[in-house]
């Protein structure tokens, strides 16, 4: 395993429209059993080559939304899809009044 199998794969996954943080995932589970096979003796003894994922800022998209203060308090008085009170599934204890 080498850096430029390694630069590869991650061209390929992010081709495939995988996100960096999946990716890194990817590559943090290859360094697990990397290790593994090290212990075990099924791997040449030598560290795995380590690439950077950085995350553009400007192409980078949040996928959540945290309400502000004033629209959290209408949020959670919106009834469900099933017509339950989401304030009551929440744990809130206080009477509605």
């Known amino acids: ?4 199998a390694l630069q590869g794969y991650l061209a390929k996954r992010i081709e495939e429209g995988g996100a960096l943080r999946s990716i890194g995932g990817e590559f943090i589970s290859l360094r697990h059993a990397w290790r593994i096979g ?3 003796e099924l791997s040449a003894n030598r560290p795995l080559p380590r690439l950077t994922l950085r995350i553009d ?3 980078y998209v949040a996928n959540h939304h945290t309400p502000t203060e004033t629209r959290s308090p ?3 008085r919106e009834p469900q899809r099933g017509g339950t009170d989401r304030s009551a599934s929440c744990g809130d204890r206080r009477t509605a009044g």
């Not at 395993?1 to 430029?4: I, Q, S, Y």
């Open 38 to 40: 090290i212990e075990r």
């Open 57 to 59: 800022p400007k192409v």
């Open 1 to 4: 395993m080498n850096r430029a």
């Open 74 to 76: 209408a949020r959670l």
